[in-house]
């Protein structure tokens, strides 16, 4: 299996855009996972799906922020308008049965100017 | 869920064991302990996980002191590319809440 993939692994935007992530997990694995690192804060969860139902989001930031999963196959963070301090990694991963038990992507490298 | 206790940093010769220790005092009954590893610039990766019993993998041991206070990730050979943050979580049925972890330095 090629792992958790996540698109793009480098967004460069300017404050206000709109931006997207993308993330598909590993084939057959239930849960799915969005954080989110930066140095002062570290490692965050932001929002965790279940059989592609939000289960906890509680970890958004505000509702510049949403998530979905349409099918248990994609993914998507969507962050509108985009700030400066939203620049982060944004990592994806995914479970299968044991939700702590966690696979990880590479994550995406976003900056906001 | 309890909070966990880890050294800021460590440094480990190439080849000898690497032991990290992680206290873990008001750990309830329920919850079990996972070690992560984050190498620079990568996702974190899973290690391992136990309850109360030893632990072993391809990875690593997991002890368990047995009164559940505090447990030790031992990597038995540790080479160049285990140079990584490691987490110690603690956690029931709720998700993981990574800390600052340790800072694995693997010297040759």
């Known amino acids: 299996d090629a792992g958790v993939i996540q698109s793009p692994r480098h967004e460069v935007t300017e404050m206000g855009q709109e931006v997207t992530l993308r993330c598909k997990p590993i084939?057959?694995?239930?849960?799915l996972f969005w954080y989110r690192q930066t140095m002062m804060r570290g490692l965050e969860l932001l929002i965790y799906f279940n059989n592609n139902v939000p289960i906890d989001d509680s970890g958004m930031p505000e509702d510049r922020f949403s998530a979905k999963m349409p099918n248990a196959s994609f993914s998507t963070l969507k962050i509108q308008p985009s700030e400066p301090r939203d620049s982060a990694v944004y990592f994806c991963a995914s479970g299968q049965g044991v939700k702590n038990i966690q696979y990880f992507g590479a994550g995406t490298r976003l900056s906001v100017l | 869920d309890a909070k966990t206790t880890q050294p800021p940093s460590m440094d480990c010769a190439e080849g000898r064991a690497a032991n990290l220790p992680c206290n873990h005092s008001t750990i309830s009954g329920n919850e079990y302990v996972y070690w992560y590893r984050q190498i620079h610039s990568q996702g974190p990766q899973y290690i391992i996980h136990?309850?109360?019993n030893n632990e072993t993998n391809e990875m690593a041991s997991l002890i368990i002191t047995e009164d559940r206070k505090s447990s030790t990730l031992i990597l038995p050979h540790a080479t160049l590319r285990d140079t990584a943050v490691y987490y110690c979580i603690v956690t029931g049925n709720t998700p993981l809440v990574f800390g600052k972890g340790t800072r694995l330095s693997v010297i040759a």
């Open positions: 084939s057959g694995h239930d849960y």
């Open positions: 136990g309850l109360k």
